[in-house]
């Protein structure tokens, strides 16, 4: 920490404090307020955490203007180039590239634990078979708990590191689970011969009746989407699972709230959503009614798939997936029209002032959706894709949370604004 400060001065008393600055390796100054309310009487106001950093971190770095995004230093494009997700899942968990054996021994771990208690089932079987799989993965998931609790002293470090590879190994099992029950076919058992995509294609697509083997060119876009959202910082699931973790609750439960809170259409499940959106706008000549929609501010209707809370510029991880769109539709030989009404959407937004002036350029979300889709993989599975690519930047934050000496317990203030004190009335009185 340097010893440079601000100083704070308060209008009605002459009192004024001083804050010391903090200054991270890379990312704007800050002001830390741990002693402001103690010093001043004040609390602050940051509806949205639009300048409240809640945490240090080392994991991942972002520079919404420039478009940056690096894994433990390591810029996305690099990763998404020569990496596979394994290996940032690594990278990602310990702060350093796996050397050969360190990558093959994380990797026989991760197969290794594929499996989920066959009770699992019984519980998965008793949802409905039209239950929505964000739903079935939140229950599911902070069910782990009941399930390894012998396993849960969390003040042992290769007890929490378990945790962390059981639910990064388990999670495609869960999800692959989750979607056979809406298509009412049996579960299928991890095949740990495979890698971690094509794992999960089998386990989602093949049958006790037939052959399957997954197709390469799905299982390495599959493998590309999720090292794109392994991690993005302090995010709002990522921030649940922080809030969550705080408290000392399992990363079992810590995970499940942040599944919770990535099924909201403002963040993961703005996939889905986007797509929802390319049918209800249904054809390139309609572009320019729903772009006017979305600017209209009596007019609730938003572009999914646009805008973003740090990237005012393009969202770099948007820029590999338009790429790898058209890449993939390519070689699989998928000819879809929502791709080209997405395109023209996108350009119609890009040229638009309303966008240009509020800098609200394409996310993560509006082309993954896309590929999701040529790959087989139903709209309402979109977000479980996410959610299974997320878990390591969860549990990573979690660990580093867990092991970060002055963690405390998220507790923010308020503003109040309800009624000021008053004595209660009978009913007779009321
Ligand atoms: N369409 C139309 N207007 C928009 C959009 C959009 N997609 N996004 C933001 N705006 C406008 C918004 O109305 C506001 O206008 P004004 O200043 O006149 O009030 C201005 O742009 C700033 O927006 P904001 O809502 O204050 O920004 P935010 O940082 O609070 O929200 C966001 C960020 C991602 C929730 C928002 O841009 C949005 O709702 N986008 C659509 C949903 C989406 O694609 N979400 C995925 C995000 S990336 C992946 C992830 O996080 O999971």
Redesign the pocket.
Same mark, same amino acid.
């Given at each position: 920490m340097s010893n440079k400060h601000v100083t704070l001065n308060f209008p009605d008393s002459n009192q004024s404090v001083e804050l010391p600055i903090i200054t991270g390796s890379m990312g704007p100054p800050t002001f830390d307020l741990k002693t402001l309310h103690k010093n001043s009487g004040y609390f602050t106001y940051d509806s949205?955490f639009?300048a409240t950093a809640a945490c240090r971190s080392a994991i991942t770095f972002i520079d919404g203007g420039k478009g940056v995004l690096l894994y433990r230093g390591y810029p996305i494009e690099q990763l998404a180039q020569n990496s596979n997700f394994v290996e940032t899942s690594y990278l990602l968990l310990n702060g350093e590239l796996p050397t050969k054996d360190q990558y093959d021994s994380f990797d026989t771990e991760i197969r290794y634990h594929t499996m989920v208690h066959e009770k699992m089932k019984m519980l998965m079987s008793g949802f409905q078979y039209d239950a929505h799989p964000m739903a079935m993965m939140v229950g599911v998931v902070g069910s782990f708990a009941a399930f390894y609790h012998d396993w849960m002293d969390m003040s042992d470090p290769e007890h929490r590191r378990l945790a962390a590879v059981r639910l990064i190994a388990k999670m495609p099992t869960i999800a692959a689970s989750v979607y056979k029950n809406s298509v009412g076919q049996p579960f299928v058992y991890p095949r740990n011969d495979l890698n971690f995509t094509e794992r999960l294609l089998h386990m989602m697509y093949a049958v006790p009746s037939e052959p399957y083997e997954p197709n390469p060119v799905a299982a390495k876009a599959l493998d590309l989407l999720f090292m794109l959202h392994a991690d993005?910082e302090q995010?709002?699931?990522t921030s649940t699972v922080r809030l969550v973790g705080s408290t000392g609750a399992n990363p079992f439960a810590c995970v499940s709230a942040g599944i919770a809170s990535?099924w909201g259409?403002?963040?993961?499940g703005?996939n889905e959503? @986007?797509l929802n959106m390319l049918d209800e706008i249904g054809d390139v000549s309609n572009c320019d009614k729903y772009v006017a929609k979305?600017?209209d501010?009596s007019d609730k209707f938003?572009?999914?798939?646009?805008?973003?809370?740090v990237y005012k510029n393009f969202?770099p991880r948007a820029t590999i997936i338009r790429k790898a769109c058209h890449e993939v539709l390519n070689e699989l030989g998928v000819n879809d029209p929502q791709l080209e009404l997405a395109m023209k959407l996108e350009e119609i937004a890009l040229k638009d002032p309303?966008?240009v002036e509020?800098k609200?350029y394409p996310? @993560?979300?509006?082309y993954s959706g896309i590929i999701y889709k040529a790959l087989g993989i139903p709209k309402q599975m979109f977000t479980v894709m996410?959610a299974i690519a997320r878990t390591v930047g969860w549990v990573s934050q979690w660990l580093e949370q867990y092991e970060t000496a002055d963690t405390r317990i998220g507790r923010p203030r308020q503003v109040y604004t309800g009624p000021t004190t008053r004595d209660y009335k009978d009913f007779s009185d009321r």
């Open positions: 949205g639009a993005h995010n709002a699931s990535l259409p403002a963040h993961g703005a959503a @986007v979305a600017k501010k938003r572009l999914m798939g646009f805008g973003h809370r969202d309303y966008f509020k609200l996310n @993560v979300d509006f996410f």
